[in-house]
C-alpha cells in the first residue's frame, strides 16, 4: 500500500498580530534604529512580528478629553471565521516608565541599582517586581483547558507559554485570560466580542466594579522567604489561589506558624467597561474596515485620575470554530486535557463530521492532526493530510501597548463639561514596505467632527531613531510633521462630491496666507505655529524648509472652534504626491447639530 502525506494549511489555524497604531504602540521597542525591535520581551508577551511597533514618544491628555484609539489586527475579527475578542485596558502608577535601555528588567534585583529593581530608572517597567514574583509562586488555575501542553505549576506556565518565558513583570496567566480572576493594575475601558450575550458577563466580572478574591500572606512573606534563601524563580514557596487551600494552609513566617487569610478587594470602584460587537476585519491583513478608515474606538480620560505615568494596552484573541462557543463553554476545561504528549485532547471532532468519537479517520483534536479526508474502498492507494494544527495557538492573545503618557488636569478656564477633542499624528518614517506592520504618516484622527465651541488639543511626537534608509523628506531618521490649510479647488467641476470647504482634498499646495487665512477660526500665531512648529512664533530659524531643525515634539495646546465649517489641512514635509499622503479635515458644525444627528 502506498502512502502519500500532504500537507493541508486548514482554515482553522490561528496566526496573527495586533498593533496600536494610534496612540503609537511600543511592541517592546524603545528607541532601536534598525526595522527590528531590539528585544521582544522587554515588558510584555505581545506574540507579535519583530518589525512592528514605533519608537517611544510621549504624549499628555486632559481629563474629559476623547482619544480616538486605533489598531490594526492580522486575523478576522468580527465575521464568521474566527471567534474574536479585543479587550482596552489602562494602567498608571508612580513607578510606570518606559526607561533609557532595550535590555529586559532583570528578576533577580540584586542585578538592579541598589538591589530594588522597581526604582531601578534604567529599566522599562510596567507591572512591578513583587507583583511578579507573587504570579510566579502562585499555584497556576489547573482547572483551565490547557490541551497536549506540558505545564509547570505556577501561574507563570499557560498553555500558550507553558514553559513559563518572562517578558518584564507581566503575569503570563493574566495575561492571557480575560477577566482574571486575581487582582490586577488594570482598568477595563471596553470589550469587543463575537458575541454580545457575553456582556453582561464581562461588566459584572470587571475589577472596575467588583473585589478579586486572593489569598493574604504576612506582610512581607515573600522577601522573608527571599531572605532566607529561598530561590522564588524555582515556584518552591507556594501562594494559594483559592479560598478552601487558602484557608487550610499554614506557614512559617518570623519564627511562628502563621495562617494566610484569604480578602476579596481591589475593585476600581468605577463604571463598568463598555462592551460591544468585535469590529470587522478581513484574514491576512492590516488594513481598514469596511469604512475605509482603522478600526477605532473614542476613549472619553476619566475625570478622576491625575497620574504622569500611564500606559494602554490592547490584547487581542481569536479562538477557532472548534471549539465550541468560542472557547468559553464552561464544559472546555481541564477534563478534556490530553493524558500524555501526543495524545489526543478530548475536544470533540469527530462528532462534527459525523463520525463517531472512536474513529480510523484521524479526526482527532492533537498537534498536527492525520486526517483521511478521502475513504477509497478497496484501493491500495491512501491518501492523508496533515493538518496544520498548533494546540497552543487554538484560542490565543496577542498584545500591544503604549509608551508612557501622562493624564492632566484640564485647564481652570475650562469649563467641566466643555468638549475636548484630541488631535495627534500618527505613523513613522518610510515607505508602506519600511513602515509595515505599522504604517506611514497620517493625522490622528484623519476625520474629526465637533461642534463650535469644543476644544481641539493638537499635539504629535515621533523619534529621532528610524532605520537610516527608511524613506521620506528631510533629514534621516527623523518623524517631523505640522498642519498648514490646503488651498481653495480652482477648477470646481459640476456634480462632484466636493463639500464647501476651506481646502481641497484633491490639492496638495498650501493655501497662501493672507490676514484672512483661516484654520478652524485660529489666530494667525496660532496658524504660523503650526505650519512652523514653532510653539508661539517662537522658532523661525535654522534648517525649517523641512521642519529639521524644529523638533520630535509639538503641543499648540487647547484651543476652542469658535467656527463652523469644513477644513481641510497638509503636511508640507510628508505629504509627497505619489508616494504618500498626509492630509486631514476637521468638520466644526453649530452647536447642537451632532446631538441632533445621533
Known amino acids: 500500500m502506498r502512502l502519500v502525506l500532504l ?40 506574540q507579535n512580528n519583530n518589525r512592528g511597533g514605533y519608537n517611544a514618544g510621549n504624549l499628555y491628555y486632559y481629563t474629559g478629553s476623547t482619544v480616538q484609539i486605533e489598531w490594526t489586527n492580522q486575523h478576522s475579527c468580527g465575521n464568521v471565521n474566527n471567534h474574536c475578542e479585543l479587550v482596552i485596558q489602562y494602567m498608571c502608577g508612580d513607578l510606570v516608565r518606559d526607561g533609557t535601555t532595550t535590555k529586559t528588567i532583570p528578576d533577580n534585583r540584586w542585578e538592579c541599582d541598589r538591589a530594588d529593581c522597581d526604582t531601578d530608572m534604567e529599566y522599562g517597567m510596567h507591572e512591578d517586581y513583587w507583583y511578579y514574583k507573587e504570579c510566579r509562586q502562585r499555584s497556576r488555575n489547573k482547572g483551565l483547558y490547557t490541551a497536549d501542553q506540558n505545564m509547570r505549576n505556577g501561574a507563570y506556565s499557560t498553555r500558550q507559554n507553558n514553559n513559563g518565558n518572562r517578558r518584564g513583570y507581566e503575569c503570563p496567566e493574566e495575561r492571557d485570560y480575560y477577566p482574571y480572576w486575581h487582582p490586577t493594575h488594570w482598568r477595563d475601558i471596553v470589550v469587543f466580542t463575537n458575541d454580545v450575550k457575553r456582556c453582561d458577563y464581562y461588566k459584572q466580572e470587571s475589577q472596575n466594579v467588583k473585589n478579586k478574591g486572593y489569598c493574604k500572606y504576612p506582610d512581607n512573606y515573600l522577601q522573608f522567604k527571599e531572605a532566607q534563601g529561598h530561590n522564588l524563580n524555582d515556584n518552591n514557596v507556594r501562594i494559594m489561589n483559592n479560598k478552601e487551600e487558602c484557608e487550610n494552609h499554614w506557614v512559617e513566617h518570623g519564627g511562628q506558624m502563621v495562617q494566610p487569610v484569604w480578602v476579596e478587594s481591589g475593585t476600581w470602584n468605577m463604571d463598568p467597561p463598555e462592551c460591544l460587537p468585535s469590529p470587522w476585519s478581513r484574514d491576512n491583513h492590516h488594513g481598514n474596515n469596511m469604512d475605509g478608515f482603522m478600526n477605532n474606538y473614542n476613549w472619553t480620560v476619566p475625570e478622576d485620575i491625575l497620574h504622569k505615568n500611564c500606559v494602554l494596552r490592547l490584547r487581542y484573541n481569536i479562538t477557532a470554530g472548534e471549539l465550541p462557543d468560542g472557547g468559553f463553554d464552561p464544559s472546555i476545561n481541564h477534563e478534556l486535557n490530553a493524558e500524555a504528549d501526543d495524545e489526543p485532547t478530548g475536544i470533540d471532532v469527530a462528532t462534527m463530521h459525523g463520525l463517531d468519537k472512536e474513529n480510523d479517520r484521524g479526526y482527532y483534536f492533537q498537534q498536527d492532526a492525520v486526517v483521511k479526508v478521502f475513504d477509497i474502498p478497496d484501493s491500495d492507494v ?36 466643555a468638549k475636548i477633542h484630541n488631535l495627534n499624528v500618527r505613523g513613522k518614517r518610510g515607505n508602506i514596505v519600511q513602515t509595515y506592520p505599522g504604517v506611514e504618516y497620517d493625522y490622528q484622527p484623519n476625520r474629526l467632527e465637533i461642534e463650535q465651541g469644543d476644544y481641539v488639543h493638537i499635539q504629535w511626537t515621533g523619534a529621532d531613531s528610524n532605520p537610516a534608509n527608511n524613506a521620506g523628506q528631510g533629514r534621516a531618521r527623523t518623524d517631523r510633521s505640522n498642519i498648514v490649510p490646503l488651498r481653495k479647488i480652482t477648477y470646481p467641476k459640476e456634480g462632484a462630491l466636493e463639500d464647501e470647504a476651506h481646502g481641497c482634498f484633491a490639492c496638495n499646495y498650501p493655501e497662501l496666507f493672507t490676514n484672512s487665512t483661516n484654520l478652524l477660526g485660529m489666530k494667525r500665531d496660532d496658524l504660523m505655529a503650526l505650519a512652523y512648529h514653532s510653539g508661539a512664533g517662537s522658532h523661525y530659524f535654522g534648517d525649517i524648509e523641512e521642519l529639521d531643525d524644529t523638533g520630535t515634539y509639538f503641543d499648540l495646546g487647547l484651543r476652542m472652534v469658535k467656527e463652523a465649517g469644513i477644513w481641510r489641512f497638509f503636511c508640507t514635509r510628508n505629504n509627497n504626491f505619489t508616494n504618500r499622503s498626509q492630509k486631514g479635515e476637521v468638520r466644526a458644525v453649530p452647536k447642537g447639530e451632532k446631538a441632533k444627528k445621533a
Open 382 to 417: 491512501k491518501l492523508d493530510l496533515e493538518v496544520t494544527l498548533n494546540t497552543n495557538q487554538f484560542g490565543r492573545t496577542f498584545e500591544d501597548r503604549t509608551h508612557v503618557f501622562e493624564i492632566r488636569e484640564r485647564p481652570s478656564g475650562v469649563a467641566k463639561d
Open 7 to 46: 500537507t493541508l494549511i486548514a482554515v482553522v489555524t490561528v496566526s496573527g498580530d495586533v498593533y496600536l497604531q494610534g496612540p503609537r504602540g511600543s511592541n517592546n521597542r524603545l528607541n532601536g534604529e534598525n526595522r527590528d525591535r531590539a528585544n521582544a520581551n522587554r515588558l510584555f508577551d505581545s
